[in-house]
């Protein structure tokens, strides 16, 4: 054991050499056959440093993406993450991560903002047919009712610069062909990247709700969702696995659809919990009014559900 992690520890040293050389090419070949073998920092590191001066950016990514924590260890390390995933257009992911950042360093959330808006800026001005094609996609995801369709068609949108994401995604929470989920996901991930306005949604009711970004909290923060979810491990787990792991399924997918007006809908859970779980299991409850909204609500809901699983 002692003599492989010399052995590790001298072609990484030799590695490194080469990278101050400028022989990337031999330091990948040197590199590689360790990271394969599962080996951590600084190999994760060098290498995506290796594939990113040699231009070969989604193999950069790669890497970056499966091992995120090693990244942390330096400002030299954290700026490499940030470039790789702005040279991958990546921004909107920059920006998340650079979030994060901030509750540790303001120096390296600064220099990390600054990475990204330099290169926003770039494609801003040089790159029209890039923005235009990827702009028109994301614009009118809703063409396309497919959930699995729409969710790539975010990711997509995720590569434009941060004001063009922002404006479309605030046509798009308007949208009543998009999909609920997709709409979630869309104020997540604005949520994540510490977006403070007012944005309007129009909800799987088809009324339009305003959302307070600046006082948002996470779907695992909020408490009707952690009363529901402990609610099913309690009455499920130790039970019949099959049905556990279908209810669960069943509450996390009913919860992103409401989300992020969960406690502002849910307020009796009791109430909520059981008529969802007598709907989905049984199809029937005859306790509540099928036109109240709860009954409704939870009615759609399953029918969406139906649809995907």
């Given at each position: 054991m002692n003599e492989n992690y010399s052995s590790n520890e001298e072609v990484i040293n030799e590695s490194k050499l080469d990278i101050k050389q400028n022989n990337i090419q031999q330091a990948i070949n040197k590199l590689l056959p360790i990271y394969n073998e599962e080996e951590e920092f600084p190999v994760t590191t060098l290498l995506t440093k290796c594939y990113f001066l040699s231009e070969k950016l989604i193999d950069a990514k790669k890497i970056a993406y499966d091992n995120l924590n090693d990244f942390?260890?330096?400002?030299?390390?954290?700026?490499?993450?940030?470039?790789?995933?702005?040279?991958?257009?990546?921004?909107?992911?920059?920006?998340?991560?650079?979030?994060?950042?901030?509750?540790?360093?303001?120096?390296?959330?600064?220099?990390?903002?600054?990475?990204?808006?330099?290169?926003?800026?770039?494609?801003?001005?040089?790159?029209?047919?890039?923005?235009?094609?990827?702009?028109?996609e994301f614009y009118h995801m809703s063409f396309n009712n497919n959930l699995y369709e729409q969710k790539e068609t975010?990711?997509?949108?995720?590569?434009?610069?941060?004001?063009?994401?922002?404006?479309?995604?605030?046509?798009?929470?308007?949208?009543?062909?998009?999909?609920?989920?997709?709409?979630?996901?869309?104020?997540?991930?604005?949520r994540k990247t510490n977006y403070q306005d007012i944005l309007k949604i129009k909800w799987i009711d088809n009324d339009v709700y305003s959302i307070n970004m600046g006082e948002l909290k996470s779907l695992s923060q909020?408490?009707?969702?952690?009363?529901?979810?402990?609610?099913?491990?309690?009455?499920?787990?130790?039970?019949?696995?099959?049905?556990?792991?279908?209810?669960?399924?069943?509450?996390?997918?009913?919860?992103?659809?409401?989300?992020?007006?969960?406690?502002?809908?849910?307020?009796?859970?009791?109430?909520?919990?059981?008529?969802?779980?007598?709907?989905?299991?049984?199809?029937?409850?005859?306790?509540?009014?099928?036109?109240?909204?709860?009954?409704?609500?939870?009615?759609l809901i399953i029918n969406k559900f139906s649809e995907i699983s």
């Open positions: 942390l260890h330096s400002l030299s390390d954290f700026k490499l993450l940030i470039l790789v995933l702005v040279k991958n257009r990546e921004f909107i992911k920059a920006r998340e991560i650079t979030e994060q950042i901030s509750k540790i360093s303001k120096q390296w959330y600064k220099i990390s903002i600054d990475i990204i808006s330099k290169e926003e800026g770039f494609v801003l001005e040089n790159e029209p047919a890039y923005l235009q094609n990827i702009s028109n975010l990711l997509k949108g995720e590569k434009l610069p941060f004001n063009k994401f922002i404006s479309y995604t605030k046509y798009l929470l308007l949208d009543p062909f998009v999909q609920e989920t997709i709409k979630s996901e869309l104020v997540d991930t604005l909020l408490k009707t969702y952690n009363n529901i979810m402990s609610r099913v491990d309690a009455d499920y787990a130790n039970n019949d696995p099959i049905l556990y792991l279908r209810v669960k399924a069943y509450f996390e997918y009913q919860s992103i659809t409401l989300y992020p007006l969960n406690d502002q809908i849910i307020n009796n859970v009791n109430d909520w919990y059981k008529l969802s779980i007598d709907l989905y299991l049984y199809g029937q409850n005859n306790n509540f009014n099928k036109k109240s909204n709860y009954y409704k609500l939870i009615s």
